[in-house]
């Protein structure tokens, strides 16, 4: 038996430690898992390299809870332990690592800075007990069993173990805040959280649930037989058999991990139902497929939006090497792309960081403007070679574009020649098409609607004028438009209100007539809004069935609107 402390200072650590407690301390479970997986990937190496022999068992983790005894197991079948390593690997770097950690980020820890909490490894098992033991057998010839204890994440003694079987069990005497992970419902929910499309199978097991006896097995295959009494006999008792079997919790290829050209549609939509629980299929999707010269995995999609209803909110969920990190981590996605909903893994992503440190990470910049370029470049393309779909999604997709558009310059500078806008008769114009279009009667002006019932009285006067106006009737629309003049001089946006219809204005009305009109209404209008200073201008309309119209200066209009957003409308 051999005794020793561990070189962490208690005193320092466990109240971090107890910090986090109460927001991600279910992270353990994703490393000891995940640890498991380490462990299968190693063998599985080693067998690749000829030296060790692929065993005949399949690998696999098992997690078995007893909400009796408030304990939880993680097995491996993997490469083991011996007690030089967990000397090495557990007494030393496991938890200098861990002490190093905690040193780095015990300020941080309540200011969420640390993603998902990379770096704790092993030692985050203490987050949720008070002892946690490891029984460990290696691959190696001749290993011999090892055995270790610790308590309170300080003491730990090592002796000779009697596991029969190569691998490592890692049992966790769970403290009383954590009871809950005890509870099947509750452990269930934490790994398929962090641990659904991990590279080996996991199954649970409640160890104190009642074993099924003789009896109720025989019922219970009656009953299943009656209900398929119509099928035939062998396809009964694979079903049966198939049933029985208990099936993995986890899916250890997921999609993206395949080549896009080996995935059918139904594939993809299969996917996205399960992982976004979005019972409407998606309209279309990237899949992401890149080695060089980073490694990225994944697949975006387009939601089909009922822009009513739903919010505009995606996720875009992060891997590293099928490992669930976090959700919409804003360092590494562009903003605008966490209205999609997607998987991304990026194996090579520095995890173990601050988050101010990825987010002014140069390598991690270049993953996020790959992203983005691989958006517009599916977006470009898809314009150019089927612009009927195009137009057909632009409806749903229109927002994600502007957003992105005004959020990212390089995704402007890719997106800008694909911008479309529905005109009045319901057609689909880029801009520089419009413009085209009316460049003899409205040079450069791009008149548009925000609303096609209030505004009708307007429409119907441009289209028997022929005139044209694109329909901009969304929220976003108002910072585009800003945008869109930005970054197109000379041209120019009126609302289809505006005053500078001069299309509309019928010349023939005399000098003295208008003079007589405006100072009879600007009397009236005085009187009635009690206001001294008062600008009216008459004009005649060209169109004798409208009595009258009122129009508005566009630039006042949208100062005002401004100060409305701005919540001063007051002053
Ligand atoms: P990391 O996984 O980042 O190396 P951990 O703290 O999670 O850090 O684990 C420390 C080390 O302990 C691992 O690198 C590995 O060598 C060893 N280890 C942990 N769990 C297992 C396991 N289930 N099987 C074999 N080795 C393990
Ligand atoms: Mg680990």
Not at 210 to 227: L, R
Not at 402 to 422: A, H, P, Q, R, S
Not at 506 to 517: G, I, N, Q, V
Request: charged share 30%; hydrophobic share 35%.
């Amino acid at each position: 038996m051999k005794k020793g402390s561990l070189s962490i200072n208690s005193e320092n650590i466990f109240p971090v430690i107890k910090k986090w407690l109460y927001s991600d301390h279910d992270i353990f479970v994703r490393e000891l898992i995940s640890n498991g997986c380490d462990a299968v990937t190693k063998l599985k190496k080693l067998s690749l390299m000829g030296e060790f022999d692929e065993p005949d068992e399949p690998y696999r983790i098992d997690v078995i809870a007893s909400p009796d005894n408030k304990t939880l197991q993680f097995i491996d079948n993997g490469i083991g332990m011996t007690a030089e390593e967990v000397e090495k690997y557990i007494n030393q770097i496991a938890f200098s690592g861990a002490a190093a950690f905690l040193e780095q980020y015990k300020d941080k820890a309540t200011e969420e800075q640390i993603i998902g909490h990379f770096g704790l490894g092993f030692y985050s098992a203490f987050m949720v007990a008070d002892k946690v033991t490891i029984e460990s057998l290696s691959y190696k010839q001749d290993a011999e069993p090892v055995y270790w204890e610790c308590e309170n994440g300080t003491d730990f003694s090592m002796d000779k173990g009697d596991k029969e079987t190569r691998g490592t069990v890692i049992t966790l005497y769970l403290n009383e805040d954590s009871y809950e992970f005890a509870n099947e419902y509750r452990i269930k929910e934490v790994i398929d959280k962090y641990c659904s499309f991990m590279p080996v199978e996991i199954y649970f097991t409640n160890a104190d649930a009642p074993a099924k006896d003789e009896e109720e097995k025989a019922t219970e295959a009656e009953a299943s037989e009656e209900a398929t009494a119509e099928t035939d006999e062998t396809k009964d008792a694979a079903e049966k058999k198939e049933k029985e079997a208990p099936k993995p919790l986890n899916t250890t290829t997921p999609l993206w991990t395949k080549h896009p050209n080996d995935c059918t549609d139904d594939e993809y939509k299969d996917f996205y139902h399960k992982v976004f629980h979005d019972y409407k299929d998606p309209l279309f999707w990237i899949h992401l497929n890149m080695d060089y010269p980073f490694n990225l995995k994944g697949i975006l999609y387009f939601p089909k939006i009922n822009t009513q209803y739903d919010n505009l909110e995606g996720t875009i969920k992060l891997y590293n090497n099928q490992v669930f990190v976090a959700d919409n981590i804003k360092e590494v996605i562009p903003e605008f792309l966490m209205l999609l909903k997607g998987t991304i893994d990026c194996p090579d992503l520095p995890l173990n960081v601050s988050r101010s440190a990825l987010q002014n990470d140069g390598f991690v910049k270049k993953i996020s403007d790959y992203i983005t370029k691989k958006v517009a470049d599916k977006l470009s393309g898809m314009y150019k070679i089927h612009r009927e779909d195009y137009e057909k999604y632009w409806d749903d997709i229109n927002p994600f574009i502007k957003f992105g558009c005004l959020k990212d310059e390089k995704f402007l500078e890719k997106m800008k020649d694909f911008c479309i806008y529905k005109n009045l008769e319901g057609k689909y114009l880029t801009l520089p098409e419009y413009l085209e279009a009316g460049k003899e009667k409205y040079e450069n002006k791009v008149f548009y609607v925000t609303d096609e019932v209030a505004q009708s009285q307007y429409i119907n006067m441009f289209k028997e004028e022929g005139m044209d106006a694109l329909i901009m009737t969304q929220t976003i629309d108002s910072p585009f438009i800003t945008l869109l003049e930005q970054k197109n001089e000379n041209v120019h946006f009126y609302r289809i209100d505006a005053d500078l219809s001069d299309n509309f204005v019928d010349e023939s009305l005399s000098e003295e007539t208008a003079k007589d009109y405006t100072d009879k209404l600007t009397e009236l209008f005085k009187k009635a809004l009690d206001v001294e200073n008062i600008t009216i201008k008459v004009e005649a309309l060209k169109n004798k069935d409208l009595s009258s119209m009122l129009t508005l200066s566009e630039e006042s209009r949208r100062m005002q609107e401004m100060m409305k957003m701005y919540g001063m409308a007051g002053m």
